[in-house]
């Protein structure tokens, strides 16, 4: 079966007088057990033709959209595109709001208190069972039509950080018999990162495309993106790999 031969960083924790730091090493990803792994790739403004702006709801958006909008246009799509070239599955996981009480949640006391969100209204959409999931028109979780899903892409709704969490997300995968996840999306300190944790514990290999992420960045801190660079740092010691979406594409176009 075809492989992707994919070079995947990682960081040395060890000896503790002094880490080793960063090291590289060829990795050799089973084509057939592979899925691109999108997490909250919404929004809008990515696109001439869409309406008004939307950066992820925890970031300042004159901060942080003009960075944000670098990532999804230059960097997810072309790589999204990449992986669907050679069949690789693309799975979106996004937040969404079901009818289960959120706003009386953790979660939903969570985000009402540091974003003055609130998420029924907030997660609503307008082409949902209302039976299930609060009907609405919020623009909060519109797809720029840079990132509309495919017809045959897949879509799992969530409603916590987790991807994973009370979801059929790991049911999915494993029906496809995936192993590995080429991870990319949006918050890296918060949605992307836990379900990167979920997939490690869950046996999963994780590739995080490290120039297709970033975290909530706090305003002195959006034009250096550090935060983003230590959860990058982060995720190489305790998750996974990591790679460039320059690299991944070069490695799915050896393969057309």
């Known amino acids: 079966m075809p492989h992707l031969n994919l070079m995947g960083r990682y960081y040395r924790l060890f000896p503790p007088e002094k880490f080793l730091g960063s090291a590289q090493e060829s990795l050799s990803i089973d084509l057939a057990g592979t899925a691109f792994l999108a997490v909250d790739v919404y929004g809008l403004g990515f696109s001439p033709e869409d309406g008004e702006a939307h950066a992820y709801p925890t970031m300042s958006l004159e901060a942080s959209l003009e960075a944000e909008r670098d990532i999804v246009v230059n960097h997810i799509r072309p790589a999204m595109d990449a992986a669907r070239r050679i ?45 299930e999931y609060v009907y609405g028109d919020s623009q909060a979780v519109k797809f720029s039509k840079i990132m509309e899903p495919h017809a045959d892409d897949y879509f799992v709704r969530k409603h916590a950080y987790s991807g994973f969490f009370q979801t059929r997300l790991d049911g999915l995968l494993r029906n496809l018999e995936i192993k590995t996840l080429i991870c990319v999306g949006f918050a890296l300190d918060m949605c992307l990162h836990c379900t990167m944790i979920d997939a490690m514990n869950l046996n999963y290999q994780v590739v995080l495309l490290r120039d297709c992420a970033m975290a909530v960045e706090l305003p002195d801190e959006v034009e250096e993106l550090s935060f983003t660079k230590r959860m990058i740092k982060w995720t190489e010691y305790a998750i996974g790999h990591s790679a460039t979406s320059e690299n991944f594409i070069r490695a799915c176009d050896g393969l057309e």
Do not use: Q
């Not at 979106?92 to 709001?97: D, E, I, Q, T």
């Not at 706003?103 to 069972?129: I, Q, Y």
């Open 87 to 131: 069949g690789i599955p693309v799975v979106y996981v996004n937040n969404s709001a079901p009818r289960i009480g959120i706003n009386e949640s953790e979660m939903g006391k969570l985000t009402k208190r540091s974003c003055d969100l609130e998420w029924d209204a907030w997660g609503s959409e307008d082409n949902v069972d209302p039976r």
